[in-house]
């Protein structure tokens, strides 16, 4: 089976550029986080996403939003991009029929680099 | 407050020795869950093993092992028979049951890089 699948695996962009990351969750998993890894720290919560409805929301500026579709896949979208949103996005995909034991799935990560 | 501290920045340890990665946590919900991953150079988060605060026996996963200190709100990653392939950050998480939902946000610490040596 494969796993969480994001695209691209790279990315540079200009300060002020709108960008899209893409995430394809484990298949049969319905809830899609998104996390934000800044060089050095350990990753930070933006969104989380359950049966397309946006469950969770980090501490973060309205330049980021997100979606799920009904596959259950999910995009992130940061517009006016700055500097310090340079870093590795991650994408988590979970099932929540294990309740807190819930294991979250990553894929391999977005580096983003805002130039 | 940081809901997740990792004090150690850096831990060394030789090969086929044990090591303890710290990890101390901040709730005050009575409901959660602790989670360590392994973070590699190539980016992905592998699971490695998980303690629910309600599990009276501390979790253990082949050679993973978490010592948990409920009392003193500590959750120690104990990795034995260390192999070069261990070198890589860990990061300590937790979910807190937010409001009940059991839903919530993964909390994660700076992490520990670790370096197995020959």
């Known amino acids: 089976d494969a796993g969480v699948t994001q695209s691209p695996t790279h990315l540079i962009k200009t300060r002020g550029q709108q960008v899209t990351l893409r995430c394809s969750p484990i298949?049969?998993?319905?809830?899609v986080s998104w996390y934000q890894q800044v060089l050095g720290q350990g990753p930070q919560f933006i969104f989380q996403y359950y049966e397309k409805e946006e469950r969770g929301r980090g501490n973060f500026p309205d330049r980021f939003s997100a979606r799920q579709f009904p596959n259950y896949s999910s995009e992130l979208n940061v517009n006016a991009l700055l500097l310090g949103d340079s870093a590795l996005y991650l994408c988590?995909?979970?099932?929540?029929?294990?309740?807190?034991?819930?294991?979250?799935?990553f894929g391999q990560g977005t580096r983003l680099t805002v130039v | 407050a940081q809901k997740i501290t990792q004090t150690q920045p850096g831990m060394f340890v030789q090969e086929k020795e044990a090591v303890t990665l710290d990890c101390t946590y901040d709730?005050?919900?009575?409901?959660?869950?602790l989670f360590w991953y392994k973070q590699p150079s190539s980016g992905e988060m592998i699971f490695l093993i998980y303690?629910?605060?309600?599990?009276?026996q501390n979790a253990t996963e082949g050679r993973y092992s978490l010592n948990f200190q409920k009392a003193r709100k500590s959750a120690n990653l104990v990795i034995s028979a260390s192999q070069l392939g261990d070198s890589a950050m860990y990061f300590c998480?937790?979910?807190?049951?937010?409001?009940?939902?059991?839903?919530?946000?993964?909390?994660f610490g700076r992490g520990t890089q670790l370096t197995v040596w020959p």
């Open positions: 298949s049969g998993h319905k809830s």
């Open positions: 998480a937790m979910r807190e049951a937010d409001r009940g939902s059991t839903l919530g946000r993964l909390y």
């Open positions: 303690q629910g605060s309600y599990d009276q």
């Open positions: 709730t005050s919900d009575p409901s959660y869950g």
């Open positions: 988590a995909s979970s099932s929540v029929d294990r309740g807190l034991h819930t294991e979250a799935f």
